[in-house]
């Protein structure tokens, strides 16, 4: 098994672990542990996306031909795609619905690093708007 399969299970377990935490005890924070997926879910992409950045240059094509290799490939292009969607559609709804002005930042993330960025840091700007209003 190799380093990044063992860190992808790993990561898997300490979001297992954190959803159960947060489970038996409503009362926990989730806004520190919206900050940590936020800082995981832009670091883990970015280690392989700069190398292949670095390597392929900003050529659109290369990009669209890697993630149409196989079905694997197209099941989480697709899987992304529509993550995205839903993470535009859940910030525009949740920003008017909380007043939240600071949404953008969200959405940035959402389209340059991805959906696994986006939505902890919308989630933490959500928990902090949440805060100031009470």
Do not use: C
Request: aromatic residues 10%.
């Amino acid at each position: 098994m190799t380093t990044q399969n063992l860190l992808v299970i790993g990561w898997a377990a300490v979001l297992l672990l954190l959803s159960l935490a947060l489970a038996a005890r409503p009362s926990l924070p989730a806004k520190p542990l919206y900050l940590m997926a936020f800082v995981l879910g832009t670091l883990l992409p970015l280690q392989e996306f700069v190398p292949w950045l670095l390597v392929h240059g900003l050529r659109v094509d290369a990009f669209l031909q890697a993630v149409d290799t196989n079905a694997i490939a197209r099941f989480f292009k697709w899987d992304v795609l529509t993550g995205l969607g839903t993470l535009l559609v859940l910030v525009v709804v949740e920003s008017r619905r909380t007043g939240m002005r600071v949404a953008w930042p969200a959405l940035l993330f959402g389209f340059l690093v991805g959906v696994s960025s986006g939505l902890p840091l919308f989630l933490y700007l959500r928990e902090r708007q949440l805060e100031r209003r009470h």
